[in-house]
């Protein structure tokens, strides 16, 4: 039976803290220590342990912590995905920044390989190993495409982000007729994308998908820095074209900054709060995480709330990761009970 969500329900963005050996494993497969079959022992138990730290923080709403990703959220696709080739670093030595990120140029039609990305298999997997509400998360056409320069296959970048909204759109079928009924689009707030087109691409990435939709909109979390300046407010009201059910945005490393635009413009749609900072190791308490959501009640009506953290717990440390979505899911559970004291 599945369960039923609470008022104020919390989940995650999609990633969860990598344990220290599941590093250590992944440096022996580059030395040709381990194997395939042992990488893959080692990722069944690595989401294993995500699932189980989800479970005992007491999330409402569990993901299987990305930890099949090799590179980040979206890196270790473009090592499956046919017709592109990588391009030399711009830069290599001294502090990491964005400009060190591998980028690729198109050689031929985009395609992935047999079995798509593989997003159905992980969450076949996390279905399987949890009686809780699930999570899919995949990054959208932006998030593919911003780091392949079209080449001569392609006419321009919206070409090539158009060629993965393909791709995108057959992986999410699959994710739906996996069992999945909630699904997470994650896409950059880059600055010269507009709302409207943002929306645009979200729509052909999920058209025909019968499934809950949330549209996480990202600023960037690489070794927990932001990539793009961090405002929504260019994006409003274009985005709310998105034939999206919910939207996942950051608050908590912004101080809460823009919430009035949620009271403008998303009285329609449901929320995905932000109100725990993912990149600061400041360890939350059940009651902070309970004010910044009254603060987010405000603009927002509880029955359309869920909370989470402000983007996902990919470079942050297991210990980290875990000590704030136990505060994430017992503020939640606080907030709760306020409200019901007030009525």
Same mark, same amino acid.
């Given at each position: 039976?599945?369960?039923?969500?609470?008022?104020?329900?919390?989940t995650v963005c999609g990633?969860?803290?990598?344990?220290?050996?599941?590093?250590?494993?992944?440096?022996?497969?580059?030395?040709?220590?381990?194997?395939?079959?042992?990488?893959?022992?080692?990722?069944?138990?690595?989401?294993?342990?995500?699932?189980?730290?989800?479970?005992?923080?007491?999330? #409402?709403?569990?993901?299987?912590?990305?930890?099949?990703?090799?590179?980040?959220?979206?890196?270790?696709?473009?090592?499956?995905?046919?017709?592109?080739?990588?391009?030399?670093?711009?830069?290599?030595?001294?502090?990491?920044? /964005?400009?060190?990120?591998? %980028?690729?140029?198109?050689?031929?039609?985009?395609?992935?390989?047999?079995?798509?990305?593989?997003?159905?298999?992980?969450?076949?997997?996390?279905?399987?190993?949890?009686?809780? !509400?699930?999570?899919?998360?995949?990054?959208?056409?932006?998030?593919?495409?911003? !780091?392949?320069?079209?080449?001569?296959? /392609?006419?321009?970048?919206?070409?090539?982000?158009? !060629?993965?909204?393909?791709?995108?759109?057959?992986?999410?079928?699959?994710?739906?007729?996996?069992?999945?009924?909630?699904?997470?689009?994650?896409?950059?707030?880059?600055?010269?994308?507009?709302?409207?087109?943002?929306?645009?691409?979200?729509?052909?990435?999920?058209?025909?998908?019968?499934?809950?939709?949330?549209?996480?909109?990202?600023?960037?979390?690489?070794?927990?820095?932001?990539?793009?300046? %961090?405002?929504?407010?260019?994006?409003f009201p274009g985005l709310? #074209?998105?034939?999206?059910?919910?939207?996942?945005?950051?608050?908590?490393? %912004?101080?809460?900054?823009?919430?009035?635009?949620?009271?403008?413009?998303?009285?329609? %749609?449901?929320?995905?709060?932000?109100?725990?900072?993912?990149?600061?190791?400041?360890?939350?308490?059940?009651?902070?995480?309970?004010? !910044?959501?009254?603060?987010?009640?405000?603009?927002?009506?509880?029955?359309?709330?869920?909370?989470?953290? #402000?983007?996902?717990?990919?470079?942050?440390?297991?210990?980290?990761?875990?000590?704030?979505?136990?505060?994430?899911?017992?503020?939640?559970?606080?907030?709760?009970?306020?409200?019901?004291?007030?009525?």
């Amino acid at each position: 039976m599945t369960p039923v969500l609470p008022l104020i329900p919390s989940t995650v963005c999609g990633s969860h803290g990598k344990a220290g050996w599941w590093y250590a494993a992944v440096k022996a497969f580059e030395a040709g220590q381990l194997g395939p079959g042992d990488m893959e022992e080692m990722f069944d138990d690595a989401a294993d342990t995500a699932i189980r730290d989800m479970e005992r923080a007491g999330l #409402d709403i569990i993901t299987d912590g990305e930890v099949r990703r090799l590179d980040g959220y979206v890196d270790s696709y473009y090592a499956i995905i046919k017709g592109i080739a990588p391009l030399p670093a711009r830069r290599k030595a001294g502090p990491w920044g /964005y400009d060190q990120q591998t %980028r690729y140029e198109a050689v031929g039609r985009i395609e992935t390989p047999p079995g798509g990305l593989g997003i159905v298999k992980e969450f076949t997997y996390l279905k399987a190993h949890t009686a809780k !509400r699930t999570k899919a998360t995949c990054a959208g056409p932006l998030t593919f495409g911003s !780091r392949i320069h079209p080449g001569k296959m /392609y006419r321009g970048v919206v070409d090539v982000a158009e !060629r993965f909204a393909e791709v995108i759109n057959e992986e999410l079928k699959g994710l739906v007729t996996a069992g999945a009924d909630f699904i997470q689009i994650d896409e950059p707030a880059r600055g010269n994308v507009s709302g409207e087109e943002m929306a645009r691409l979200f729509n052909l990435a999920t058209a025909g998908v019968k499934a809950k939709l949330a549209f996480h909109i990202c600023f960037g979390n690489r070794f927990g820095r932001s990539r793009f300046d %961090r405002s929504y407010r260019p994006y409003f009201p274009g985005l709310l #074209d998105a034939r999206a059910d919910q939207f996942v945005l950051e608050f908590a490393g %912004r101080e809460l900054s823009e919430l009035d635009l949620w009271k403008e413009h998303g009285q329609d %749609r449901e929320l995905g709060a932000g109100v725990i900072d993912v990149k600061g190791f400041y360890p939350d308490t059940p009651e902070d995480v309970a004010r !910044r959501i009254h603060r987010v009640l405000a603009v927002c009506r509880p029955e359309r709330l869920y909370v989470n953290p #402000d983007c996902g717990f990919g470079w942050s440390p297991r210990y980290m990761c875990n000590q704030k979505i136990q505060a994430l899911a017992a503020g939640a559970v606080l907030a709760r009970q306020e409200l019901a004291g007030r009525g």
